[in-house]
Structure formats: C-alpha cells, structure tokens
C-alpha cells in the first residue's frame, strides 16, 4: 500500500476541487492511504458543494492522524481567508505551508511514499513574501539537488526540459555543453529507474528554427548540442523540432529532449491537455503534478476537470512501485566510439 501527500494549492483556484473529485474517484483503502494538507475552512466549503464519499478525519499534524487507510487523513494547516478567482497574499502563504508540510511528510518523516501538489500561483506566493520561481526549484532546493529534470508524462510523450521558467531571450545563453549533458543524464536515468525501460532512446531537440541549419540560422546546435549528446548511444539528434512532431518521429523514442519550455510543452497539450503530468527528475522523492495552473476563471464553479490530477496519482505510483523493484541503473557514460 503506497502513501500519497497531497497539497491544496493555491485554494481561491481549482486546486480544492479537483482534489475532492480525485479523491472520489480514486478511494481505494486496499490500494492507498491519502493524505491531505489543506486549511480546514477550505476542504469544509468545498465539502459543502462537493459531497466527498469518503470517511475522512481532520487533525491538526500528521502525527495526530490514524494509519489506517480506511480515513483520509485531512492535515489542517491552519484557516485562511477564501476569495475564489483570485490571488492573495492569504492564499499565497496557504499554499505555500501546504507544501511545506506535504513535502515534509515525504522528505524528513518519511511518512508518505510520494508528494502530489496542486496548481499554485506564483502572483500569490510572492505577495505571500516568498522568494519562489516554482515548484521544480524549490523541491530541488529543499532536496538538496543541483541537478534535476522537469518531464511531462502520458501514454504518448514523454518530454523533458533543458531550460524550464526563464524568460525566452535568456534560453540561448543558458544553453551549454554541461547543462544539456546533465539533462541527457537525468532523463536517462529516469527512464530507467522510474519508467522500467531498460534500454531507452532519446530524442534531442534543436534550439532555432530548421534546427539552425547548418549553422545559417544559428550556431548552438554545431557548437553545444551535437557535441554534448555525441558521446551518449542513446541519444541522437538534434533534430528540427516542428518536423520531428509532424512527422511523429517521437514513435521511435522513449522520451524527447526539448531546449525550452513550450517546445515540449505545446505539442504535448496539444496531445494530451487533460492528461498530462509534470514530475520532476532526478529527485530523492517522487513528485508529480497536474499539468495545467490554478484555473482561476473558472474557480469556485465546480466544473473543473480532475482527469489531470487522478493521472498525477497514476504516474505517482507507477514510478513509486518501479523505484521499489531497486533497478539497478547502468552509468550513462557508455558512449559512441
């Protein structure tokens, strides 16, 4: 039986929602002992128009709630001010000691097996007066990790990520020889660990348009790319990003490589935009996420689809019941001659 941490995310977005659908759905005390971090006035007022058809119990610190997996554990994290649609300050620091305490849960106390977190709002954390790019650095920081890999998952793609929040005029300088070969590292190493694949193949993006062409349009994929995934058996590339999608050549790989954020990220919504997940390798913990954001437009409607955040669930125990066969990984070192 795996334990899940779960955060609320920001509560003014569809984080509560979607947390209580997904527990609906997704009560199976054979399988799974959840467990919720939440404020209490937020998980009652979602209950009030979300009727959860499952026993719960409200505690006030994981130490205080039962092992059984009969009860969902709700950890309140203390009641904070609810103004849906909207970033606060007040919703900011909720889900930021959500968070706090889910990842604690699995990091520290090693309660839970895996951590689940909600769609925050980077506007709230920072009028909450927190210094935050995004989930992916900050778990990174908290684990104490230099090297990590943000990688969207579902059935049909797998897509990591070179360079993740940055804006697009700094992608290019941030491209070198270092940080893609450790992103060819990790994303090996994850397919293996997490994914059970034991021999992957990996596809490795362009940064310019024709994939530089020849160096007429550009010069990273000569001098950086092709030089850092050369020596990698697995890897091959870089290939012109709009034609490897539309010609479907990911049929062939395991896993892509992208340079930056939607490079991957619009052919995958476009594949798979209810579906998706973010996990973040490379990690001591397993972390998966919804791959969309807080939906403050439609928050506090009850129409927000949970299928994203029950397939977080998904991907969350497949890795945790992978991780536990203890693969043996092989050193990515073994290259081309």
Excluded at 14 to 41: A, H, L, Q, V
Excluded at 119 to 131: D, V
Excluded at 293 to 313: P, V
């Amino acid at each position: 039986m795996i334990r899940l941490a779960f955060t609320c995310g920001d509560i003014n977005g569809i984080g509560p929602e979607i947390s209580i659908k997904t527990f609906n759905e997704c009560y199976d005390p054979e399988k799974r002992k959840i467990y919720y971090f939440s404020p209490k006035n937020s998980f009652e007022k979602i209950c009030s128009s979300i009727k959860p058809n499952f026993p719960f119990e409200i505690v006030d610190s994981i130490y205080k709630s039962s092992e059984k997996p009969e009860l969902v554990s709700i950890i309140n994290i203390g009641n904070y001010e609810i103004n849906a649609g909207f970033p606060t300050r007040q919703s900011g620091e909720a889900s930021f000691q959500s968070l706090k305490h889910a990842f604690n849960s699995v990091y520290e106390l090693k309660i839970c097996n895996a951590l689940i977190t909600n769609p925050i709002s980077k506007t709230a954390i920072k009028l909450s007066g927190q210094n935050f790019s995004g989930h992916t650095e900050l778990l990174a920081k908290w684990s104490n990790k230099k090297n990590y890999l943000m990688l969207f998952l579902s059935d049909q793609l797998k897509a990591g990520l070179v360079t993740v929040h940055v804006p697009l005029f700094r992608v290019s300088k941030l491209i070198t020889k270092k940080r893609v070969t450790a992103a060819v590292r990790i994303l090996y190493d994850s397919l293996r660990k997490d994914f059970n694949i034991q021999r992957p193949k990996i596809a490795v993006l362009g940064l310019n348009p024709h994939a530089g062409e020849e160096g007429n349009i550009g010069k990273e994929e000569i001098n950086i790319i092709h030089p850092a995934i050369k020596k990698f058996d697995f890897a091959e590339g870089p290939f012109v990003p709009d034609a490897f999608f539309g010609t479907k050549k990911i049929n062939n790989f395991d896993a892509v490589l992208a340079m930056y954020h939607d490079q991957a990220l619009i052919p995958f919504k476009m594949i798979n935009f209810y579906k998706g997940v973010n996990f973040t390798a490379g990690l001591p913990i397993i972390r998966t996420s919804p791959d969309h954001g807080t939906a403050f437009d439609i928050a506090g409607k009850n129409i927000a689809n949970n299928s994203s955040l029950s397939s977080a669930l998904n991907w969350a125990e497949k890795i945790y019941a992978n991780r536990s066969n203890k693969i043996i990984i092989a050193n990515p070192n073994d290259s081309k001659n």
